[in-house]
């Protein structure tokens, strides 16, 4: 169909969006490619959910207020402290909404979930990048790109898509020195995974920093990634602006009740992280066996560095029935993600990275 010639002319802002890259799932394969629970959902979510299908017909409670009851009863703080969203990537957005105006910018790593630098652009903001030596967040080189005009600081601990983490004593330090006019928007989607002693738990840190927000997600620990649901910490004022610039039932019924009771499933949680131990467990060794280099992981996945391209190694691990996230949209063109499944999952990513290295040399 042709078309003739638009008048209407879009925000130049959009000139610098690009469209996000989700993790691909090609048929017949595994998914490893989205960081997606590979045991399936919770249990007690989906009995929740089925009984919620026949309230359909009713608009969901715009404030969500039972499950941020029940979230700021599991985190030990306020209901005027927790928001909920489409996802933790709507809270993201409702940040940048709330405080980034054209001329401010926000502070992000080089090797970083892309929806930080999206949302901010998406108002008119700049990026200011910090590079990311050896896949870890470079505290001081962001630091530094602080001015009058900085309004966001984004975070992601553990780190997508390198799983490396931040400490406790270098986030403190760092929300010490930064100036009060900066928000930091931490986000711990794959906390629940940490493991090591002296990673942080933002929520204990919101007495201290009024400029801090935690965020949080049901896609990964929980395995509700289809229903959308995120959950953010942070001071009061700091929830009322997101509050105000957000859509009113942008989070369903079913969400909502699936995510009440997933809060409660401990037994799914647990059979999570022991699935997840363990599968890291015999990837670190197989990978180090076959001969890759990969970064350390407090998250449910591993990057894993090439020697050549990536899209060579996803084609390989496709014939081995798996499909796996090539890094390229992340500035990292040699490396891929690769989510950490069941047992039988982690042994066909093990089958292919051998047929890589014999293919690669």
Do not use: W
Request: net charge negative; aromatic share 8%.
């Amino acid at each position: 169909m042709k078309h003739e010639e638009l008048s209407l002319r879009a925000r130049p802002a959009l000139a610098a969006l690009g469209r996000y890259h989700p993790g691909k799932k090609i048929p017949g394969t595994v998914k490893l490619s989205s960081n997606e629970n590979p045991l399936g959902p919770s249990p007690r979510a989906m009995e929740a959910v089925q009984a919620a299908i026949a309230g359909l017909e009713r608009y969901p409670d715009g404030s969500a207020l039972t499950l941020r009851e029940a979230l700021a009863e599991r985190f030990n703080v306020s209901p005027d402290e927790v928001l909920v969203g489409n996802g933790s990537d709507e809270l993201m957005m409702l940040a940048a909404g709330a405080y980034v105006d054209p001329g401010m910018n926000a502070i992000v790593g080089a090797h970083t979930f892309s929806q930080y630098a999206f949302v901010t652009r998406v108002f008119g903001g700049e990026v200011r990048v910090a590079a990311m030596p050896d896949g870890c967040f470079n505290l001081e080189a962001m630091r530094q790109r602080v001015d009058a005009h900085t309004r966001l600081f984004f975070l992601c601990n553990p780190n997508n898509p390198t799983g490396r983490y931040i400490t406790e004593t270098d986030l403190v330090e760092l929300m010490r020195m930064l100036p009060p006019h900066v928000l930091v928007v931490l986000d711990e989607a794959y906390a629940d995974y940490a493991e090591a002693r002296d990673f942080p738990d933002g929520t204990q840190l919101l007495d201290r920093f009024p400029n801090l927000l935690v965020l949080r997600t049901y896609s990964k620990i929980y395995g509700l990634a289809g229903l959308r649901l995120g959950y953010g910490f942070g001071h009061p004022e700091v929830i009322d602006a997101l509050a105000r610039v957000k859509q009113p039932f942008s989070v369903g019924n079913l969400a909502q009740t699936g995510g009440l009771a997933a809060l409660h499933d401990e037994q799914f949680i647990q059979r999570s992280l022991e699935t997840n131990r363990a599968g890291k467990k015999l990837m670190y060794a197989e990978l180090q066996r076959i001969g890759y280099e990969f970064y350390p992981t407090e998250g449910n996945f591993i990057c894993v560095q090439l020697q050549g391209p990536a899209e060579l190694a996803f084609e390989v691990l496709h014939q081995h029935g798996v499909s796996v996230r090539t890094l390229g949209s992340f500035g990292l063109p040699h490396a891929l993600r690769i989510t950490i499944g069941t047992d039988e999952q982690n042994h066909m990513v093990v089958s292919g990275l051998e047929a890589l290295r014999k293919r690669m040399g």
